[in-house]
């Protein structure tokens, strides 16, 4: 009899289970024109970007640098150009190199195979630190003023790429306890598993929490490459955490120590936004003394 009450408690539990929506990926089309949603997103992250920045430009040290001349709406225009450039170069190569080496060795040509999805967040941050540099360069700006410009204006553009994948029903969550409230059945995975929305704890964590750290942050004038740091420290442990609720991609699985890949990325990037802050802290409290 007790089996018996189980067994249908069990069953009442998967019945009320939350399903993933299955959006169709479209979200508009016009005859042969068909617009995504990853791409609404993409539009909705880059828009958000040039709102930012131009808020940001009202932020010292930049507001003074408005009035000199030194910066002005057009910058954030360019350097929007430059970081897609960089996410996007990055982002595949950074895909391909560390988590799926031996797939793309053997398929070179599919590197270039963008539609095919696959992209990595450290490989496109990379690629931002590359195009960023350039962009600082031809403009003879310090590096790390043009990254601790940007840094606040990064998270909602994170934000709304997570938003994408829960629509897309792609980077699920690990299993879940059937009784968490908001635990989801992603069909997608081949399974009928609940599993933790982990795009839903990312777009809130490297999203929503990072955006409003570091906007706050932002506000008072920094050392040269403080903003940076917290942001490297802060996205870092915040996806740290949120990789324990998502599942570690299938080609790789765990590796060492438990951890997934996602999860090794993110300790050099936390190791080093350390180190930057602390540098930067220390190189602005000696000019003060001097």
């Given at each position: 009899?007790?089996?018996r009450?189980?067994?249908s408690?069990?069953?009442?539990t ?6 993933h ?7 508009l ?9 990853y791409?609404v997103?993409y539009?909705?992250a ?12 009202k ?6 640098q ?5 910066w002005?709406k057009?910058d ?21 190199v560390?988590?799926?080496p031996?797939?793309y ?5 599919e590197v270039?195979?963008l539609?095919q ?15 960023t540099?350039?962009?600082a ?8 003023w043009?990254?601790d ?7 909602t553009?994170?934000a ?6 829960f ?12 009784s968490?409230p ?5 069909p997608?995975s081949g ?7 982990s795009?839903?704890?990312q777009?809130?964590?490297e ?16 050392a040269?490459g ?19 609720f998502?599942e570690?991609d ?20 936390i ?9 930067s802290?220390?190189?602005?409290s000696?000019?003060v003394?001097?």
């Amino acid at each position: 009899m007790l089996s018996r009450f189980l067994g249908s408690r069990n069953s009442l539990t998967i019945f009320l289970m939350l399903t993933h929506p299955q959006f169709d990926p479209i979200a508009l089309s016009i005859g042969p024109l068909a617009v995504h949603w990853y791409g609404v997103t993409y539009l909705v992250a880059f828009a958000l970007f040039v709102i930012l920045g131009r808020l940001r430009l009202k932020h010292e040290p930049y507001a003074a640098q408005v009035v000199s001349g030194s910066w002005s709406k057009q910058d954030i225009e360019d350097i929007l150009f430059y970081g897609v450039m960089g996410v996007v170069l990055g982002g595949r190569i950074g895909y391909c190199v560390f988590y799926n080496p031996s797939y793309y060795l053997e398929h070179p040509m599919e590197v270039f195979a963008l539609w095919q999805g696959g992209m990595s967040f450290h490989g496109g941050m990379l690629g931002v630190f590359v195009a960023t540099a350039i962009f600082a360069a031809q403009r003879q700006r310090p590096w790390l003023w043009v990254t601790d410009f940007i840094a606040p204006c990064v998270p909602t553009g994170l934000a709304a790429g997570r938003i994408g994948n829960f629509i897309n029903g792609e980077l699920w969550g690990r299993g879940a306890d059937p009784s968490l409230p908001w635990a989801m059945v992603f069909p997608q995975s081949g399974s009928l598993i609940p599993r933790h929305p982990s795009q839903i704890y990312q777009f809130f964590g490297e999203g929503v929490l990072l955006f409003v750290v570091l906007w706050l942050y932002a506000r008072k004038p920094r050392a040269t490459g403080a903003i940076s740091g917290v942001f490297m420290i802060g996205y870092g442990s915040l996806r740290f955490v949120a990789e324990y609720f998502r599942e570690p991609d299938a080609q790789l699985g765990l590796l060492a120590l438990g951890m997934s890949m996602g999860q090794w990325l993110c300790v050099p990037m936390i190791v080093l936004g350390c180190l930057l802050w602390v540098r930067s802290n220390k190189k602005s409290s000696k000019s003060v003394v001097n």
